[in-house]
T-cell receptor
Framework: ETGVTQTPRHLVMGMTNKKSLKCEQH?????MYWYKQSAKKPLELMFV???????ENNSVPSRFSPECPNSSHLFLHLHTLQPEDSALYLC?????????????FGPGTRLTVL | AQSVSQHNHHVILSEAASLELGCNYS??????LFWYVQYPGQHLQLLLK??????LVKGIKGFEAEFIKSKFSFNLRKPSVQWSDTAEYFC????????????FGAGTTVTVRA
């Protein structure tokens, strides 16, 4: 497996469910990101981790809870979501938090909240 | 805050036509500039990037972009499109000097008709 992988690719959940999104990067990068992609809107940065330490929490509601157990894995724990949280959730990684390099993206998890 | 504007939401053209997608950003200092492409059902991929040097940047699949500092622009071009160029295109900007945030435009959907 190469690049950035995300599981599951699709998720349908009710508003009272608890679920988790998983991201894994196989690039040896030190920084990882969660983005929310909604139709016809710019990607919204949610969280940034550098070497397992959270460096950005971009005013994201507490019903989204990130976890970064090591520099290769990133989770997004979901609880009591709202229908407006339905979107494509993208994970990305970058060589270093503060380097001038591009970000590499995973395929995303398409989340539908009923 | 950094903002990125993409002028067209949806562009429809025929094969062999020329393509130009506009991108403007608001930050006045040193910037790093990116164009990403998202083919249907696939993850975001880097088309090209500009950090410094020659303002005319060549990327993959025959794409190029020109950085015009005085106009705060980084327009994407391709002289002759193919049906396989049907995708969504995103312009992204971060500040030079170690900015970990990437600000995205809302994207332009390009449909190429055979």
């Amino acid at each position: 497996e190469t690049g950035v992988t995300q599981t599951p690719r699709h998720l349908v959940m009710g508003m009272t469910n608890k679920k988790s999104l998983k991201c894994e990067q196989h690039l040896g990068h030190n920084a990882m990101y969660w983005y929310k992609q909604s139709a016809k809107k710019p990607l919204e940065l949610m969280f940034v981790y550098s070497l397992e330490e959270r460096v950005e929490n971009n005013s994201v509601p507490s019903r989204f809870s990130p976890e970064c157990p090591n520099s290769s894995h990133l989770f997004l724990h979901l609880h009591t979501l709202q229908p407006e949280d339905s979107a494509l959730y993208l994970c990305a990684s970058r060589q270093d938090f503060d380097s001038n390099n591009e970000q590499f993206f995973g395929p995303g998890t398409r989340l539908t909240v009923l | 805050a950094q903002s990125v504007s993409q002028h067209n939401h949806h562009v429809i053209l025929s094969e062999a036509a020329s393509l130009e997608l506009g991108c403007n950003y608001s930050y006045g200092g040193t910037v790093n500039l990116f164009w990403y492409v998202q083919y249907p059902g696939q993850h975001l991929q880097l088309l090209l990037k500009y950090f410094s040097g020659d303002p005319l940047v060549k990327g993959i699949k025959g794409f190029e972009a020109e950085f015009i500092k005085s106009k705060f622009s980084f327009n994407l071009r391709k002289p002759s499109v193919q049906w396989s160029d049907t995708a969504e295109y995103f312009c992204a900007v971060n500040k030079g000097s170690n900015d970990y945030k990437l600000s995205f435009g809302a994207g332009t959907t390009v449909t190429v008709r055979a």
